[in-house]
């Protein structure tokens, strides 16, 4: 269960990624449902001013000290330097020993392989900064193609963005799925992107000058029931087949038959989550024509059968 949080900073680090955290993290959502968590800014000198690498400066409210009892500690990115400060370093080595999750997002894995953590763990970062990290901690196991990595006690989250990526990840691993598709909505950012999936993909850009094709979508999740050939979506959407289908993979990173079998999995795994419908069920609900068709997706890309997935996640 995740109910503390705690944010570890030092110098030249990134606001960008540090508001991530505080955005997922460290907002009350609890009017929204979404569980209570105490989130804590800890630097080595409470009340002595950080500088970040855009020049504005933070003052945290607590010591290093206050990393005790946290569930997770998370680190976002900084500078990267030759040295990192020696009481952070045992500071997080500690929390790690005494049960803590850690969390790095971008080039925060740097400060995790500099406390001895990453040697023969599933890690990434930055692409940018990968052969260097891998030169730094030739122990690591190192996948720089990937969006974020869960080695279990230890989240990595690659470059800026998808460090969203990693933190929602966790909240729905810790909290659930409806807490994290709630934070998503509120940030209004995808509710769930594979950790498999690339950090950057090579796209032309599309000559569509339309609208998004928000509208499209929140219409396919209304009818998820039913099946969506591109043609009838490009006829939704008045664009040529052609164009709809690059303007889709531009927007979403993905075909409309492969955005559309993620989203009946999500929903299964909601409907697995909360409620006591059989598999029969929630397989047409989500508009797959069969259980084994449903088994065969869910498998595929949450890693288990629905059936061991709801024994484990269901709401009791």
């Not at 804590?40 to 000290?65: A, F, I, M, S, W």
């Not at 796209?203 to 094709?213: F, H, K, N, Y």
């Amino acid at each position: 269960m995740l109910t503390t949080v705690a944010a570890i900073l030092i110098d030249d680090f990134a606001p960008f990624e540090f508001g991530v955290l505080c955005e997922v993290f460290g907002t009350d959502r609890t009017d929204e449902g979404v569980p209570p968590v105490e989130f804590r800014v800890v630097g080595e000198d409470p009340g002595k001013p950080l500088r970040t690498n855009v020049g504005v400066r933070v003052l945290p409210d607590h010591g290093l000290d206050a990393l005790e009892g946290a569930d997770l500690v998370a680190v976002p990115a900084c500078t990267i330097r030759d040295e990192y400060p020696e009481p952070v370093l045992a500071a997080v080595r500690a929390a790690h020993a005494r049960g803590a999750t850690l969390l790095s997002v971008c080039n925060g894995a740097f400060i995790l392989g500099a406390a001895g953590l990453l040697d023969g763990r599933r890690c990434t970062t930055h692409w940018r900064h990968a052969a260097e990290f891998a030169a730094r901690h030739p122990e690591a196991v190192l996948d720089p193609d990937v969006l974020f990595v869960d080695d279990g006690d230890i989240v990595t989250g690659a470059g800026t963005a998808s460090g969203i990526d990693a933190c929602l990840h966790l909240v729905r691993r810790e909290l659930g799925s409806a807490a994290a598709t709630t934070i998503a909505r509120r940030m209004v950012v995808p509710p769930q992107r594979d950790g498999g999936q690339r950090q950057y993909v090579d796209l032309p850009v599309p000559d569509c000058r339309a609208e998004s094709l928000e509208p499209i979508l929140t219409w396919m999740l209304e009818h998820l029931t039913e099946e969506h050939p591109v043609s009838a979506l490009a006829r939704r959407a008045t664009m040529s087949e052609r164009t709809f289908a690059r303007r889709f993979v531009a927007e979403t990173g993905t075909t409309p038959h492969r955005w559309l079998t993620t989203q009946r999995v999500l929903h299964a795994r909601r409907l697995l989550e909360t409620t006591a419908l059989t598999l029969d069920e929630v397989a047409h609900r989500c508009g797959f024509t069969s259980t084994a068709l449903m088994r065969h997706h869910f498998q595929k890309q949450i890693g288990v059968a629905p059936h061991d997935y709801r024994r484990t996640f269901a709401t009791r």
